[in-house]
Structure formats: structure tokens, C-alpha cells
């Protein structure tokens, strides 16, 4: 499996398939960067990612994830942990020291086993109606 940067078009269906969402265009924000991973043609992992202040981390520069996905075909594989590390590098480049996102309560764990900690209260995800809430990982050393 190869690592690419990826146009949001290309993660679309992926996305639609494993996050259920009915309009993934409405979530890929100008400005930000998206990474895949393929196996041939097949798109079987994404996430997206953008330079974003962490509001658990005040004054830390911070990079946002979200939207992040693997094909059901190849969780449990080291896709996601695979595709968190190069978000890290590329939040490393820039000279952040945080990377976070809004996760879902039942993608938690997976977080947590990523070297994440969870900050702040659950809450309700407008755009998809799940309860969610902040991992936080420290990018220092
Ligand atoms: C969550 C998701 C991205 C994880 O990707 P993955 O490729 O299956 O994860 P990995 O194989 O890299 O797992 C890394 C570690 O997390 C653990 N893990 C994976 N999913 C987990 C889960 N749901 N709960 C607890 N631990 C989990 C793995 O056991 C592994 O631990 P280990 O290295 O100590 O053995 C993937 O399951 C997915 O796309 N789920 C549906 C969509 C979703 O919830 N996306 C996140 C939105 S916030």
C-alpha cells in the first residue's frame, strides 16, 4: 500500500461507504490537505488535514485532523496508525507541537492506543449527530 496525497474527490467514496456520510463535499475545507492510502486503484484509507489552533492547547501551534477513515476491508492492519504518523510529519515540518481531532466515541480507542488523550466533555457533532469529543496528541520528542 502506497501513501499519496490525495484530491478530496478521490476519498469521496471511501468516506461516503465508512463515515456514512450522504455529502462528503460539505466537510473538506479550502486550504487543506489530503492524504490517502491506496492498494492499486483502490482508495482504502484517507484523512484530511489543516494548520488549526487547538483550543485545549491555547497558544500551541496545532494542526486539526478529521474525516479520517479506513476500508472495513483492512481496519485492525495498521492503516489508521499508519496514516496518523504522516499527519504527525507533516504537522512536524511546520513546527507544530500538537495534532487533534473531533472522534467519534466508538473510534476513541483507537486514539488512545495512537498515544492520544482526551480532552474536554462529550458533545454532539452538528454535522453528523454523533457524540464526539477532542483527541489530543502532543508532538514534542
Ligand atoms: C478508527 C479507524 C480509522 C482505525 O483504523 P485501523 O486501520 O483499523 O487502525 P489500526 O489497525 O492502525 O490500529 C491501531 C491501534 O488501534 C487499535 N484500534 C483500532 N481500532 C480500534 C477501536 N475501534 N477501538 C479500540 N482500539 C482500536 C488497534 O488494535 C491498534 O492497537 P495496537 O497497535 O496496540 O495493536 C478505522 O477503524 C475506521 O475507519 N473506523 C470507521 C470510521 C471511523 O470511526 N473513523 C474515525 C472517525 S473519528
Known amino acids: 500500500m502506497d ?12 468516506r461516503s461507504e465508512v463515515l ?3 455529502s462528503p463535499a460539505i466537510r473538506i ?5 489530503h492524504l490517502a492510502l491506496v492498494d492499486g486503484a483502490a482508495v482504502i484509507g484517507a484523512v ?17 485532523f ?12 495498521g492503516c489508521g496508525r499508519r496514516l496518523l504518523a504522516a499527519v504527525a510529519d507533516r504537522a512536524r515540518t511546520q513546527g507544530e507541537r500538537v495534532m487533534w481531532a473531533d472522534a467519534r466515541e466508538s473510534a476513541v480507542g483507537f486514539y488512545l492506543a495512537c498515544g492520544a488523550r482526551v480532552a474536554g ?10 457524540s464526539v469529543r ?8
Do not use: I, K, N
Request: net charge negative.
Open 3 to 14: 501513501l499519496v496525497e490525495a484530491a478530496p474527490e478521490q476519498t469521496h467514496r471511501l
Open 134 to 141: 477532542h483527541v489530543v496528541f502532543r508532538l514534542d520528542g
Open 29 to 33: 475545507d479550502d486550504g487543506a490537505e
Open 48 to 64: 484530511s488535514h489543516v494548520t488549526w489552533p487547538c483550543p485545549d492547547e491555547p497558544g500551541v501551534p496545532a494542526r486539526y
Open 121 to 130: 466533555d462529550p458533545y454532539v457533532d452538528e454535522g453528523t449527530g454523533l
Open 20 to 22: 456514512a456520510w450522504a
Open 66 to 77: 478529521w474525516a479520517m477513515a479506513v476500508d472495513c476491508a483492512y481496519q485492525r492492519r
